[in-house]
């Protein structure tokens, strides 16, 4: 199956008035119950289909030319990391970010939904929160929102502020006052 970058894009990322538009309709709160966060409360990697897990899926939607194995594990293939401009044919040097982290999401008011909810979330193949990436570049962005981090690829700072409103207004979290600045600021890069 071969696909251009653009097709690897995931879906339902909005325009840059309607992610502003929904930019100004989040509650604006302080992050709260960090102590209470554990990555284990939202069962992440799932079966989608047959014997392909989330993370499988990604690697197939966002590759280019990729093959798998029987277990639906990649074999071969290439993967653009939109963050940093990097492209890799070693699925291991690829890791599968959350638009918005699991942690940041538990702060901005996941901590109150139900495991179905969380789980449906850490796997969600309909929005723009699963992302193909490198695999240092995630590591290095953490649990951190665009306040305190944002993509090394200056040119994508615009679609990443766009995907990660959406993932927030999708699921009616919170934004703090910093990260909302952070955001509106990225939003002027359009």
Known sequence: MC????????????????ALSRLNALTVAAESHQSSYDRDLFP??????????TREQVLKRDGTNVTV??????????????????????PADVDIDHMVPLAE?????????ST?????????????ELWAVTDNVNQAKGDQ?????????????CTYARAWIQVKWYYGLSVDTAEKAALTSMLGTC
Do not use: E, K, M
Request: net charge positive; with cysteine; proline share 11%.
């Open 44 to 53: 992440h990697w799932i079966t989608i289909t047959g014997s392909c897990n």
């Open 116 to 128: 179905s909810r969380r789980q449906a979330y850490a796997n969600d193949l309909g929005g723009p």
């Open 69 to 90: 194995n029987g277990s639906c594990a990649p074999t071969s293939g290439s993967w653009y990391s939109p963050y940093d401009g990097a492209t890799w044919t070693n």
């Open 105 to 113: 999401a538990w702060a901005s008011g996941a901590w109150a939904w």
């Open 3 to 18: 696909r251009t970058r653009a097709d690897a894009t995931p879906p339902n990322i909005p325009s840059a008035s309607t």
């Open 145 to 157: 929102d665009p306040a305190t981090w944002q993509p090394p690829r200056s040119s994508f700072r």
